[in-house]
C-alpha cells in the first residue's frame, strides 16, 4: 500500500515561489512514475508535470520554463518548484504515482493561491 502526503502550498503574490513536496509511505520499489497535477474551480483534473522512475520529464506546455519537477528515490520524495506564478496557477495541485501492481495512487491536495 502506498500513501502520498502533499505540503508546501499557500498564497503567493503573482511573479513569486512556491514549492510543493510530497512524501510516498510504503514500497519504494513498486513506485514507477510520479505527477503533480491541478484542479481549479469548475475545471477538470490536469496533468501538470511527470518524472519516470528514470527521471525523464514531462510538462504542460503551460508550465514550461517555469516550473520543475524532481524526485529523490531515497526519501521517496517528489517536488514540484513553481516559479514565475500567475493568477491562473490557482488551484489545488495534487500528487499522484503509479505503484506496480496497484495503479494511480492520489494524495489528498494542497492549495496554491496566486493572487495578482
Known amino acids: 500500500q502506498v500513501q502520498l502526503v502533499e505540503s508546501g502550498g499557500g498564497l503567493v503574490q503573482a511573479g513569486g515561489s512556491l514549492r510543493l513536496s510530497c512524501a510516498a509511505s510504503?514500497?519504494?520499489?513498486?513506485?514507477?512514475?510520479l505527477a503533480w497535477h491541478r484542479q481549479a474551480p469548475g475545471k477538470q483534473r490536469d496533468l501538470v508535470a511527470l518524472?519516470?522512475?528514470?527521471?525523464?520529464?514531462n510538462y504542460a506546455d503551460s508550465v514550461k520554463g517555469r516550473f520543475t519537477i524532481s524526485r529523490d528515490s531515497a526519501k521517496n520524495m517528489v517536488y514540484l518548484q513553481m516559479n514565475s506564478l500567475k493568477p491562473e496557477d490557482t488551484a489545488v495541485y495534487y500528487c499522484?504515482?503509479?505503484?506496480?501492481?496497484?495503479?494511480?495512487?492520489w494524495g489528498q491536495g494542497t492549495q496554491v493561491t496566486v493572487s495578482s
Open positions: 499522484n504515482a503509479l505503484v506496480s501492481g496497484l495503479g494511480y495512487v
Open positions: 510504503g514500497s519504494r520499489f513498486g513506485i514507477l512514475n
Open positions: 518524472i519516470t522512475r528514470g527521471g525523464s520529464t
